[in-house]
């Protein structure tokens, strides 16, 4: 049974930055192209970033320059440095296969306000 975790949102200031970890487990995490989205609220859920098993990146163009998707596959880990975060980034923030197959996790909160 594939499970993900969402960890590491939290309320930060225009400008500022955090780091968010996406735990998989129940899945051959090395090979699968991973990604990030995020759900704002009355929004459907959009896609942010994603990252294939050898690095290669794609990023939603208004996150571009900004955040930067990793993994580290010893630890079945997927990351998201956001930084530069503006209001119109808050959001729930979830990863998934590419494709978004996997049972959704509960997510992240990432809220941007002064």
């Known amino acids: 049974q594939v499970q993900l975790v969402e960890s590491g949102g939290g309320l930060v200031q225009p400008g500022g930055s955090l780091r968010l970890s996406c735990a998989a487990s129940?899945?051959?995490?090395?090979?699968?192209?991973m990604a990030w989205f995020r759900q704002a609220p009355g929004k459907q859920r959009e896609f942010v970033a994603s990252i294939t098993g050898d690095g290669v990146t794609v990023y939603l163009y208004s996150v571009k320059d900004r955040f930067t998707i990793s993994r580290d596959n010893s630890k079945n880990t997927l990351y998201l440095q956001m930084n530069s975060l503006k209001p119109e980034d808050t959001a729930v923030y979830y990863c998934?296969?590419?494709?978004?197959?996997?049972?959704w996790g509960q997510g992240t909160q990432v809220t941007v306000s002064s």
């Open positions: 998934n296969a590419r494709l978004g197959f996997f049972p």
């Open positions: 129940g899945t051959d995490f090395s090979v699968r192209t």
